[in-house]
């Protein structure tokens, strides 16, 4: 099975039960370089193995702001 995602306004398809995760490490990113939200609420990096990506999702994948 599959779910029909979008990243970053990309329409993907993923394998059934792929988590935010393992669609970071798919990707070849590194997890302390992106920061990440799913359909607009910001998903903690401790909580990234844990959020199922679910049809219809909205993932956004982006370079964290810091500075001071």
Same mark, same amino acid.
């Given at each position: 099975?599959?779910?029909?995602?979008?990243?970053?306004?990309?329409?993907?398809?993923?394998?059934?039960?792929t988590?935010?995760?393992?669609?970071?490490? @798919?990707?070849?990113?590194?997890p302390?370089?992106?920061?990440?939200a799913?359909?607009? &609420?910001?998903?903690? &990096?401790?909580? &990234?193995?844990?959020r199922?990506?679910?049809?219809?999702?909205?993932?956004?994948?982006? @370079?964290?702001i810091?500075?001071?």
């Amino acid at each position: 099975m599959t779910v029909a995602v979008t990243i970053n306004g990309e329409p993907t398809v993923l394998p059934d039960s792929t988590t935010l995760a393992a669609l970071i490490a @798919q990707r070849g990113l590194s997890p302390e370089a992106v920061g990440t939200a799913v359909n607009g &609420r910001h998903v903690l &990096r401790a909580a &990234r193995a844990e959020r199922v990506l679910l049809d219809g999702d909205a993932v956004t994948l982006f @370079q964290p702001i810091v500075g001071g």
